[in-house]
């Protein structure tokens, strides 16, 4: 008996909608009644152990399912014929590849040479000001990019001479090895996939088709830019082989850190510190923005280190959107650390003169920690 005589599910013992389970437990109780170590010298239970192994191996993996019940035990043989022989009717499959490719695509397999791959993707990384990220850019750089060799046209042959058809793969580009029930397709490894064999290769580019040439580029750095933005410029890669396409250069952007403004997204963040006097008495301040013009801040009387002050629209532009981020001020009171005697004496005056009412914040915690301790 063998797996090519006797349909897989009849040899099971199951119905063609039977599911997994139910397959998988047939064959376990055929694979335990027939197998060689109970059978010892048993030819025919060997075979039938093969055979029901064989079943299981397909008949448990959904595409393999799949392929057989559309064309039974031929979509695993090479050379199935179709039309007036003794294959499927309305069916012309050379073989399994080909089979393959249309009942699942032509990830599977099927005819035709391998076509060439896009040309690799590059990367260049740059750094950019805070004002430029702001402002947009418009610059040129130089890469050493592969370009289609104009000698011989990207061919990688001699102008003039030609290519061979491979012999190994007879110009199909793959090759084509049988493992358990499937035939799996490669890259032939004699002429790489191209199916065609270079007797002489051009001077200029060794047979390769490519040759590496130092390429300017124009980037224009849209305002808003932050780091990790990445800019993509299409066909700008290397060359793809055999004339194929292009792949991308991306642009990374990088954006240098800034002496005075912390960028958070479209927010810019500052710390000003402002003297004690004015942060008592009140006034404003004047902030340089990054697109040159300066912005007045009014600082209220009595305010606190670490009172925020926001002014609206303000901050970055919004990539690739409309209007701008805002700018937040953090202030710092500063505390005078050098006094001329009239200020010292200034400053004692006014001291003479408080109540406790001036700094409230103050009063309260020394009131909570007499509340707390007592005294």
Not at 94 to 101: A, K
Not at 301 to 306: E, K, N
């Amino acid at each position: 008996m063998s797996a090519t005589e006797i349909d897989f599910y009849e040899l099971l013992g199951v119905s063609r909608d039977a599911d997994g389970a139910t397959i998988k437990s047939a064959y376990r109780k055929l694979a335990m009644k027939h197998h060689p170590d109970r059978n010892p010298g048993c030819t025919e239970s060997e075979n039938t152990f093969k055979a029901v192994s064989a079943a299981y191996e397909c008949l448990k993996d959904p595409q393999k399912r799949a392929a057989y019940d559309r064309f039974g035990h031929e979509a695993f043989t090479q050379g199935m014929q179709g039309g007036g022989g003794h294959g499927h009717p309305g069916a012309d499959f050379g073989d399994i590849g080909d089979i393959f490719e249309t009942i699942f695509g032509s990830a599977f397999g099927g005819g035709g040479r391998a076509q060439p791959r896009r040309g690799a993707d590059l990367r260049y990384d740059m750094e950019v000001t805070l004002e430029e990220a702001f402002e947009g850019k418009s610059t040129e750089i130089e890469i050493e990019v592969s370009r289609s060799c104009e000698t011989c046209h990207g061919s990688g042959a001699t102008p003039g001479t030609q290519k061979r058809t491979c012999n190994l793969c007879s110009g199909q580009g793959k090759v084509r090895a049988k493992q358990g029930f499937f035939v799996v397709e490669r890259p032939c490894p004699n002429c790489h996939g191209d199916g065609e064999i270079i007797t002489s290769p051009c001077r200029d580019c060794r047979g390769e088709g490519q040759v590496d040439v130092p390429q300017k580029i124009e980037i224009d750095i849209p305002p808003g830019v932050d780091t990790g933005t990445r800019i993509r410029l299409s066909g700008k890669g290397e060359a793809g082989p055999r004339g194929a396409a292009p792949g991308d250069l991306y642009i990374f952007v990088h954006v240098k850190q800034h002496p005075i403004f912390v960028r958070e997204g479209t927010t810019l963040a500052t710390r000003v510190p402002i003297s004690f006097t004015k942060a008592a008495l009140g006034g404003s301040i004047d902030i340089p923005g990054l697109d040159g013009e300066e912005i007045t801040l009014e600082i209220p009387a009595g305010i606190q280190s670490g009172r925020q002050l926001r002014q609206r629209g303000a901050g970055m532009p919004i990539l690739q959107g409309r209007g701008r981020g805002d700018m937040v001020v953090e202030i710092a009171v500063e505390t005078p650390t050098k006094l001329s005697k009239q200020q010292r004496e200034i400053l004692e005056q006014f001291r003479d003169t408080e109540t406790g009412d001036e700094c409230p914040e103050s009063r309260g915690f020394f009131n909570k920690i007499k509340d707390v301790f007592g005294g």
